[in-house]
């Protein structure tokens, strides 16, 4: 895998992180670690970092286990000369990781949230693995179920018990994510989902920093993540073998063979220096490491150099097998010094001799000074010289910019009397001296010191961050438009990242035109920026009547995104302000016009994430338009989504959503159900009073937001199938935007019909006839001397050539018939108007009233068969007992068996129906008032049935009449009766009592049931042995009846708080209607068989 890719100018270095994320890095060869560190944390979130300095990068082989940790002072060319020499730069991999660790964890929580779930993600990944494989399925399963408790940190306890999210789970996300793959496979899938079913309820009351400290708690048990373990040798030549730990709670410790706990060596506050010694890396040679330690106790003898005998200080020797495991532990020490220090300064020191002594204080510096140029000119030099020698060192200096890497000069011992003892590096391999200094330019840093630096530019010590987007930006930017052609003119909306004005843009032709202008605030974000030329190029995609247009975009500082603006505003705020002139075809309009626009978006593979009525806005009072891509962009990223907790609409959202964090256009549907009912509750925010924490659990328990006042049945039908719990039941949105068609098409075909019909009451009120298709007001009366007749005292629809003659008639004139296409002349002649004899007119008035009558007539039967339709539906359902009771028992009557009249049975069933229909199945309903006049019902006249309507089959299954036989002492049939009336007493009775006596009325079903199984078994050995499997058969279909009548009462009572209570009482009331009818059989199956017996 690439981690170097060398550009024009610079260099592309990829930064791995255990969550398999990476960034991109644009350095130089000059830019240090410690830089490309400081860019890639400045990307994990917003705002400072209390413990970046436990950052550190790791050198990963991908096609071995070898890998070295890069120090904070390396610079990229340095590492490209080093480890290119012994593997390609494609077969290296670098990885940010957290090697520092801090003493309390809780610590590290409070200061630095990020830095702690990224310690984390590093600590699971190592443990998914390395461990994962080698524990025991008990521990395996405990952490795999705190990860997913943790994961799914807003998803209620009860959430995996349904089917469609414990599939979820294993098919999109999958188990190998959260528990090893040997436990899954070696495990039944159904024995694996109870068990972690149960530790997950165990874990389900955990919030997500609990579920972090439970996992660190269970893993410690035979993992310990949280120090590292180098097996070496302490002491030169003699040596003992030990295991060194060096941790934040060890410290730095020794571990032999026989020793079953460390034995701390030294605290990380006792470490003056670090020095490595050894040769080059592809000699395998063993390394050395020497530590400088204050307060110490050395159990080996030191060597001795001039001047040791002033520093109260003793060495530790280290041999490794090798000089990478010597550079590692030395890295790792220093990181952990400068930890505990709370200091940048590195402790490493130049192995210019092997095992020197490096004092911190000046005065024991400068003797030491002397004492090692002394030893190495085979001469003494006095403090003094040592002093005048350092300042005529520093005589010529130029002027540049400071970086942290740096060389001594070889005059010098390895430490610099500068800022108590900054360090340099060791020297790498086979590098010369000379050739390093060339690249160097000298400094003055003070009157007796210097540094030598590079000559690189500020920019160059920071790394660019390249983001690998989905939507990156275009080589070419065609949106680009001249600021001096944009004008601000007013704020009108502010927001987190940006306020929104209305302002002037001229376009090609020189015509100002008003737009909606965003501007970026550059202080809140680094990278806002780059989002918000994200989101113009998103829009710069869409074309669509219904989706806010592009214009273009100002890209240099500040950032202006210039749009088509709505003049009305955001929908939410239109729909409030504007109550009293909306009426409901305007907002199933839309509805439309937004389910247009969001199938325009998932024919693009586009999902929004966001849909809700702020933000849409209102171009103008018939045409809306989507907008606001950009937010449910930010929303997603890691920099907006993590650090702002409760940012997310949750309300608006769908369980996978908030469960799952998955956004598909499924997920969108769910949201466009709610902004339709916020559009139809004009503004109202969905589930208020509600906290978004008790969100989840309501749509959980199949709660969903009810019907609006006014809501056409079928529309709230529409949302219904929006809002099914799983995603693949809901309609796509090119479902939606055809069956809104077909509503909004039903609601003008209604509306208008009203609006003719009040046309109609106006103009028969002032006497005069008002044509179908025109709007023209009455005529102007006619001329004195000319008699008139009295207009219809209701409008009624007419041909052209009826309103035509009607119209004429008023006026005591008569036009000849239209016959099509005429030549003027022939016009002229046929519009020839003359007076119109009394003959004429009589017969004219005569043929009027009957036409009138006809319509009437005709008006008021549609009427009738409508109603007699709808009260056929709804007999329909409770009728069927009844006639089947009567089949049971012919001689007992209908009203005898329910002790009340069939009609009210039927009122009461049609009072408690559901408040919405199938998506399939358009209803008719009434307008709220500000939009419909309600219209009186006609009074029904006196009429016979009608022959085809007695004719008609019945439209729900009928039971036939029983064998006769007779029923004298008939124990089956009294109990099979019993049973038809306890069904029908709960049919009757489940609308007029709470939900918790519905076991009651079950109760009741159930000892009925039971005294009819009863007495078919009495009669069972008496009957021939060729007719027991046929009631066995019936038997048996009883009892699963009434078990499922069971489980249909339970989901009656679970859902009676909620808006589909009257789907589930129909359910239960369907299970009972099934009971009896298969009582019914059982019944028929007994006669049968004492047929056959008499037969014999």
Not at 126 to 147: F, I, P, R, S
Not at 964 to 984: G, I, K, P, S, Y
Not at 1006 to 1025: H, I, M, Q, R
């Amino acid at each position: 895998m690439a981690s170097f890719n060398r550009g024009a100018e610079k260099l592309t270095l990829k930064i791995f992180q255990p969550n398999g994320s990476f960034n991109s890095v644009k350095c130089m060869e000059t830019t240090d670690i410690k830089s490309v560190i400081h860019a890639v944390v400045a990307k994990l979130a917003r705002g400072e970092r209390a413990f970046q300095s436990s950052f550190a990068i790791r050198l990963q082989h991908t096609h071995s286990e070898e890998c070295h940790w890069l120090h904070r002072d390396l610079t990229i060319g340095q590492i490209k000369h080093k480890y290119e020499r012994i593997h390609p730069a494609l077969e290296w991999r670098h990885e940010l990781r957290i090697r520092y660790l801090p003493k309390d964890y809780h610590e590290l929580l409070e200061k630095d949230k990020v830095t702690f779930f990224y310690f984390y993600d590093q600590v699971r990944n190592d443990y998914m693995n390395e461990v994962a494989e080698t524990v025991d399925m008990d521990m395996a399963l405990q952490l795999g179920c705190l990860e997913m408790r943790r994961f799914f940190k807003d998803m209620p306890q009860i959430a995996l018990d349904k089917k469609a999210n414990f599939d979820y789970l294993e098919k999109e996300i999958g188990l190998r994510r959260f528990i090893p793959k040997s436990v899954i496979d070696n495990t039944k899938p159904k024995n694996l989902r109870k068990l972690i079913l149960q530790y997950f309820k165990q874990f389900a009351n955990l919030n997500e920093e609990q579920c972090v400290f439970k996992f660190f708690e269970v893993l410690s048990r035979v993992h310990r993540f949280d120090h590292e373990k180098y097996k070496c040798a302490l002491g030169t030549g003699w040596s003992i073998s030990v295991e060194l730990v060096i941790g934040p709670e060890d410290g730095i410790s020794c571990l032999t063979d026989k020793a079953s706990t460390p034995t701390k060596m030294a605290d990380f506050t006792q470490v003056q220096s670090v020095q490595t010694l050894g040769g080059d890396m592809e000699n395998n040679k063993k390394g050395l490491l020497q530590l400088r330690i204050s307060g110490a106790n050395e159990p080996f003898p030191i060597p001795q150099f001039p001047g040791s005998n002033e520093i109260d200080a003793c060495s530790v020797y280290i041999t490794t097998p090798s000089v990478m495991i010597a550079e590692d532990m030395a890295d790792l020490i220093d990181g952990y010094c400068r930890l505990a220090l709370k200091t940048e300064m590195s402790l490493i020191v130049r192995p210019q001799q092997a095992f020197t002594v490096v004092p911190r204080d000046k005065t024991s510096y400068l003797q030491y000074t002397a004492s090692f140029n002394a030893s190495r000119r085979g001469g003494e030099v006095s403090v003094s010289q040592a002093s005048q020698q350092a300042d005529e060192k520093s005589q010529t200096s130029l002027s540049g910019t400071q970086t942290h890497d740096f060389l001594l000069s070889t005059d010098f011992p390895p430490l610099s009397p500068l800022d108590e003892g900054d360090r340099a590096l060791p020297s790498l391999p086979g590098e010369n001296e000379e050739e390093s200094v060339e690249n160097y330019t000298e400094v003055k840093v003070s009157t007796s010191r210097r540094k030598h630096i590079t000559q690189s530019a500020l920019s160059d010590d920071y790394a660019e961050i390249i983001e690998d987007d989905d939507y990156a930006l275009p080589a070419t930017k065609d949106y680009e438009i001249p600021r001096d052609q944009v004008a601000l003119i007013a704020t009108i909306g502010e927001g987190q990242f940006g306020d929104v004005h209305k302002g002037a843009y001229k376009d090609e032709d020189g015509n100002p035109i008003e737009v909606a202008i965003k501007t970026c605030k550059v202080e809140s974000t680094e990278t806002l920026g780059e989002k918000f030329l994200e989101e113009a190029y998103i829009m710069k995609q869409f074309d669509h009547p219904h989706i806010i247009k592009l214009i273009g975009v100002c890209t240099e500082p500040p950032i202006w995104i210039v749009m088509e603006l709505a003049p009305f505003g955001e929908m939410r705020t239109f729909l409030q302000e504007h109550l009293s002139e909306l009426c409901l075809s305007d907002l199933i309009l839309y509805c439309y016009q937004l389910s247009t626009a969001l199938s325009y978006l998932e024919s693009k593979k586009f999902v929004h994430r966001d849909i809700a009525a702020r933000n849409v806005l209102v171009v103008a009072k018939d045409n809306v338009k989507l907008g606001d891509f950009g937010l449910s962009r930010l929303l997603h990223d890691h920099s907006y989504y993590k650090a702002s907790k409760g940012k997310l609409p949750i309300k608006w959202m769908a369980p996978e959503s908030i469960n799952f964090k998955r956004f598909t256009s499924a997920s969108d549907v769910w949201m466009f159900g709610v902004c339709m009912w916020e559009i139809l509750m004009y503004g109202v925010k969905p589930f208020q009073g509600v906290k978004n924490n008790d969100v989840i659990g309501r749509i959980e328990n199949g709660e969903r937001l009810p019907m609006p006042a006014g809501c056409p049945p079928t529309l709230y039908s529409v949302m219904t199938l929006c809002w099914s719990y799983e995603p693949s039941k809901r309609p796509t949105f090119q479902d939606l935007k055809l069956r809104l068609h077909e509503i909004q098409d039903e609601e003008v075909e209604q509306q208008e019909s009203l609006m003719k019909q009040e046309r109609r009451r106006v103009a028969s009120t002032w006497g005069f006839p008002v044509t179908e298709h025109t709007e023209e007001p009455p005529p102007k009366p006619s001329r004195p001397g000319f008699p008139t007749y009295p207009g219809p005292s209701s409008y009624q629809p007419a041909t052209v050539y009826e309103a035509t003659a009607n119209h004429y008639a008023a006026t005591n004139t008569i036009k000849g018939p239209y016959m099509g296409h005429k030549p003027p002349e022939e016009m002229a002649a046929m519009m020839a108007i003359r007076p119109v004899t009394a003959e004429e007119r009589l017969e004219m008035e005569r043929e009027h009233l009957e036409r009138q009558e006809e319509m009437k007539l005709s008006e008021m039967q549609r009427i009738e068969d409508k109603m007699r339709q709808q009260r056929l539906d709804s007999e329909a359902d409770s009728k069927w007992l009844a006639t089947s009771a009567q089949g049971l028992r012919p001689d007992v009557k209908e009203n005898d068996l329910t002790g009340h009249d069939t009609r009210e049975e039927t009122n009461t069933l049609a009072s408690h129906q559901p408040l919405y229909q199938p998506f399939n199945r358009p209803s008719s309903y009434t307008q709220p008032a500000d939009c419909r006049k309600p219209v009186a019902e006609p009074p029904k006249p006196p009429e016979p049935p009608r022959a085809e309507e007695s004719q008609a089959p019945p439209t729900t299954v009928q039971v036939g009449p029983t064998m006769d036989l007779d029923r004298t002492n008939d124990e089956v049939f009294e109990n099979t009766t019993q049973v038809v009336r306890a069904v029908m007493e709960m049919v009757n009775m489940v609308h007029a009592v709470r939900s918790d006596q519905y076991v009651n009325l079950v109760k009741d079903v159930g000892l009925s049931l039971k005294n009819l199984l009863a007495s078919v078994d009495g009669l069972y050995s008496s009957l021939p042995p060729q007719t027991h499997r046929s009631i066995q058969m019936a038997h048996k279909v009883l009892s699963s009846d009434m078990a499922e009548l069971i489980n249909a009462m339970k989901l009656a009572q679970k859902y009676a708080t909620t808006t589909l209570d009257q789907d589930y009482k129909k359910g239960m009331l369907s299970a009972g209607h099934i009971l009896a009818v298969d009582a019914k059989n059982l019944l028929d199956a007994v006669d049968t068989a004492r047929l056959r017996a008499q037969e014999v």
